[in-house]
């Protein structure tokens, strides 16, 4: 069960202007609200002048509602409706009804025009609304785009919400996931950095927590027997609790948390295993816990979550396909994507188990143990992986990033896991997306964006557009067609 993104309580305020006949703005909305159900608050207050405004919102705040949408009835009054966004602590969405419900003369309310007024005002008073594509229809219409609306208004509100705990610093050689921190409070989020010794002492004062034969069977039974170690779950259980307590007790004014760790070379030894199972168990709940302090990694699998009411994870992009791989498996069976659509995305083991193959299992790091144990010897300290190939699904490859200049970009590209076995270790799966490989030349390479993506496990392309959008981030990148060259593209090529 998520229990770390926000609920999302609708509200809807109708605005109409002095010259037209209120009772379009007031019927209209009462038609909206019918057709929607009992999910929103229909505040009575039909706003016409800045009095007006101030007792709608006064009202809606009373019945704490934490996103609203602003329904021009009729053509609206420019500056009490644009002050309504002002003046309301959360995201607002601007639509406009169509006309068809009356005559043309009486009847007519012109919100088409009024929305034009209304994006105009919110623009000279630098206020930030969701406005859909288009924003002006009936009812139906309306509840459509009021729809599409919550979890873009989720995935606002949890990152205003945000605290972002680290334990670093960062590996060395991993300056990729190294970005300034003042991206993070333009948007909104806290931060709050500390040392792997912060975590370790913590760590050590859980032992013999009485809470830990409790999350050790749920561990066991998640997994199920032959699937795990049975001499790791005790000290894993115990770091478990360790971050769980420590996300409770560091909020602090912030309602939501997300960690970016440390993970090697010294973790492992330090506390006896790898902790990326614990971390797949955590995002599971809606707690992400990105590896190798990936602070931008974290901010962007929790933005994942709140727009997919699901569970993410983050991921290398990693590996080429090897060509006897695609030619055996893809070519055939997925004719429409090219050997360099496609690519493995990897991490040791952090992705939730719900998402992986049924093979799914608690094995060791091999990259970490040729690094940390002896050669020649069975894994010790550096077992505690989640590994196996994620399941096929529908996914969305995305990325939040502060450049090394302060300027936050990302980009969004939509694709899906391929029901094919990887042949090879850790969480893995073999990705397609479209126009992979100039979007990974042009994008990727192009902009420098560093090795982790994160990736939500459905289409949810067009929301998390919308959420960068109204966080103000100017650079959204894609993965453009053919027909639609990269600025960096070379015609000739």
Same mark, same amino acid.
């Given at each position: 069960?998520?229990?770390?993104?926000?609920?999302?309580?609708?509200?809807?305020?109708?605005?109409?202007?002095?010259?037209?006949?209120?009772?379009?703005?007031?019927?209209?909305?009462?038609?909206?609200?019918?057709?929607?159900?009992?999910?929103?608050?229909?505040?009575?207050?039909?706003?016409?002048?800045?009095?007006?405004?101030?007792?709608?919102?006064?009202?809606?705040?009373?019945?704490?509602?934490?996103?609203?949408?602003?329904?021009?009835?009729?053509?609206?009054?420019?500056?009490?409706?644009?002050?309504?966004?002002?003046?309301?602590?959360?995201?607002?969405?601007?639509?406009?009804?169509?006309?068809?419900?009356?005559?043309?003369?009486?009847?007519?309310?012109?919100?088409?025009?009024?929305?034009?007024?209304?994006?105009?005002?919110?623009?000279?008073?630098?206020?930030?609304?969701?406005?859909?594509?288009?924003?002006?229809?009936?009812?139906?219409?309306?509840?459509?785009?009021?729809?599409?609306?919550?979890?873009?208004?989720?995935?606002?509100?949890?990152?205003?919400?945000?605290?972002?705990?680290?334990?670093?610093?960062?590996?060395?050689?991993?300056?990729?996931?190294?970005?300034?921190?003042?991206?993070? $409070?333009?948007?909104?989020? !806290?931060?709050?950095?500390?040392? %792997? &010794?912060? /975590? =370790?002492?913590?760590?050590?004062? *859980? #032992?013999?927590?009485?809470?830990?034969?409790?999350?050790?069977?749920?561990?066991?039974?998640?997994?199920?027997?032959?699937?795990? $170690?049975?001499?790791?779950? !005790?000290?894993?259980?115990?770091? %478990? &609790?360790? /971050? =769980?307590?420590?996300?409770?007790? *560091? #909020?602090?004014?912030?309602?939501?948390?997300?960690?970016?760790?440390?993970?090697?070379?010294?973790?492992?030894?330090?506390?006896?295993?790898?902790?990326?199972?614990?971390?797949?168990?955590?995002?599971?709940?809606?707690?992400?816990?990105?590896?190798?302090?990936?602070?931008?990694?974290?901010?962007?699998?929790?933005?994942?979550?709140?727009?997919?009411?699901?569970?993410?994870?983050?991921?290398?992009?990693?590996?080429?396909?090897?060509?006897?791989?695609?030619?055996?498996?893809?070519?055939?069976?997925?004719?429409?994507?090219?050997?360099?659509?496609?690519?493995?995305?990897?991490?040791?083991?952090?992705?939730?188990?719900?998402?992986?193959?049924?093979?799914?299992?608690?094995?060791?790091?091999?990259?970490?143990?040729?690094?940390?144990?002896?050669?020649?010897?069975?894994?010790?300290?550096?077992?505690?992986?989640?590994?196996?190939?994620?399941?096929?699904?529908?996914?969305?490859?995305?990325?939040?990033?502060?450049?090394?200049?302060?300027?936050?970009?990302?980009?969004?590209?939509?694709?899906?896991?391929?029901?094919?076995?990887?042949?090879?270790?850790?969480?893995?799966?073999?990705?397609?997306?479209?126009?992979?490989?100039?979007?990974?030349?042009?994008?990727?390479?192009?902009?420098?964006?560093?090795?982790?993506?994160?990736?939500?496990?459905?289409?949810?392309?067009?929301?998390?557009?919308?959420?960068?959008?109204?966080?103000?981030?100017?650079?959204?990148?894609?993965?453009?067609?053919?027909?639609?060259?990269?600025?960096?593209?070379?015609?000739?090529?």
């Amino acid at each position: 069960m998520m229990t770390n993104i926000p609920n999302v309580k609708l509200g809807i305020i109708a605005v109409s202007r002095d010259c037209f006949p209120i009772a379009l703005s007031t019927q209209r909305r009462k038609n909206i609200v019918s057709k929607y159900g009992d999910d929103i608050y229909e505040c009575q207050i039909t706003v016409e002048n800045e009095l007006d405004m101030l007792k709608a919102v006064e009202d809606v705040k009373k019945a704490e509602c934490n996103a609203l949408v602003v329904f021009l009835g009729n053509f609206g009054p420019e500056t009490p409706e644009t002050l309504i966004a002002k003046n309301f602590d959360g995201p607002c969405m601007f639509v406009a009804a169509a006309e068809g419900d009356g005559d043309v003369i009486n009847g007519r309310g012109d919100a088409y025009c009024g929305m034009l007024n209304a994006s105009y005002n919110l623009g000279m008073r630098h206020l930030e609304a969701y406005i859909p594509e288009y924003p002006v229809g009936t009812a139906d219409d309306i509840v459509k785009m009021i729809k599409d609306f919550v979890p873009v208004a989720r995935a606002v509100i949890g990152v205003k919400n945000l605290k972002i705990i680290t334990f670093g610093p960062r590996p060395q050689d991993f300056f990729a996931c190294n970005a300034p921190i003042k991206g993070l $409070y333009e948007i909104g989020v !806290e931060i709050e950095e500390n040392s %792997e &010794l912060d /975590l =370790l002492v913590s760590y050590r004062k *859980h #032992k013999n927590d009485p809470r830990i034969p409790e999350v050790c069977a749920d561990m066991a039974k998640e997994m199920g027997e032959g699937k795990y $170690y049975k001499e790791l779950n !005790e000290r894993m259980a115990q770091f %478990e &609790l360790t /971050l =769980l307590d420590w996300a409770e007790e *560091h #909020k602090g004014a912030r309602q939501f948390v997300a960690f970016a760790d440390k993970c090697w070379p010294a973790f492992p030894e330090e506390f006896g295993f790898e902790p990326c199972y614990v971390n797949s168990r955590l995002v599971s709940r809606g707690i992400p816990v990105a590896c190798e302090v990936d602070i931008y990694g974290a901010l962007s699998e929790y933005i994942g979550m709140c727009v997919s009411a699901d569970t993410v994870t983050l991921l290398d992009i990693n590996n080429s396909v090897p060509q006897y791989i695609f030619d055996e498996d893809i070519k055939g069976k997925y004719s429409q994507y090219t050997l360099t659509d496609t690519f493995m995305g990897f991490h040791c083991g952090n992705t939730p188990e719900c998402k992986l193959c049924s093979d799914r299992a608690v094995k060791y790091q091999l990259i970490q143990h040729r690094l940390l144990e002896p050669e020649g010897s069975e894994p010790d300290f550096t077992r505690g992986t989640l590994e196996g190939d994620l399941a096929a699904s529908d996914i969305t490859f995305y990325r939040l990033q502060c450049d090394s200049q302060g300027n936050l970009r990302s980009y969004i590209a939509q694709g899906e896991i391929l029901d094919v076995p990887t042949r090879s270790f850790g969480g893995i799966g073999i990705f397609a997306i479209p126009e992979m490989g100039r979007f990974y030349r042009h994008v990727l390479v192009q902009k420098g964006y560093p090795h982790h993506g994160a990736v939500a496990f459905a289409h949810v392309g067009k929301y998390l557009f919308e959420v960068f959008k109204f966080l103000g981030i100017k650079d959204i990148a894609y993965n453009q067609p053919k027909s639609l060259p990269y600025p960096t593209e070379n015609p000739f090529a």
